[in-house]
């Protein structure tokens, strides 16, 4: 993960070159470099999975069938982007598959645009840590974790993305497929409904669904 959303010169240049290197290894179907990206990437994946579908066992599925898809079509990826960015893209493209198949959260509209109407002017730039931060340093993890899934699903992504993933606003408009304009409305949206489902938790009147997914785990 990285440390910070602003990024050098000389880390933008390594990250170009670590991006050309998986695009070769990919391309030859290298067995190695396969196992290493799994190795690296299968937390993130997994914890984004987790927060779009709410379901363990549906994240775990479409977890397996994210990597089918990479050596299925490794050779598609260039390098001129993050792989990360990448292999989320593909992630979110098999949850929006599925959601039409089955009963869940539909994450159409996400990729429609539909909060657009709702825009509001909003930057990022600030000093100190944002709301998201601040509660997780405050709150127990799992009490994030649960308030997270409590939110609607282009919520939960946009924040998971942002704060977990540590991408800019332009990478999560890749990854969704948004324009840049709704990436900022929903995570300003987000980040306006975190306090106020915290409280309705803490006061009896929210819904754990820990039962249904088990723990999420947070950590970076």
Known sequence: MRTSSVLTAEAARQIERESAEIARGLKRQDPELLDRLIETYQHRLMRYL??????REVAEDLFQEVWIRVLRRGSQYNGKARFDT????????????????????SLDEMREG??????????????????????????????????????????????????????????????TGAPLSTVKSRLYRSLAALKPEILKLRAGGGRSRDTETGSVEVRG
């Open 50 to 55: 987790m927060f779009l579908t709410s379901r």
């Open 114 to 175: 539909v909060e657009d109407r709702d825009a509001y002017p909003f930057e990022m730039m600030q000093e100190g840590p944002s709301p998201f931060e601040q509660f997780e340093c405050r709150e127990n993890a799992s009490e994030v974790a649960t308030v997270l899934l409590t939110l609607e699903p282009a919520y939960r992504e946009v924040l998971t993305l942002r704060f977990h993933e540590e991408m800019s606003l332009d990478e999560i408009a890749v990854v």
């Open 86 to 105: 990448w292999i989320f893209a593909i992630a979110r493209n098999l949850v929006i598959d599925l959601s039409r198949k089955r009963t869940m959260a």
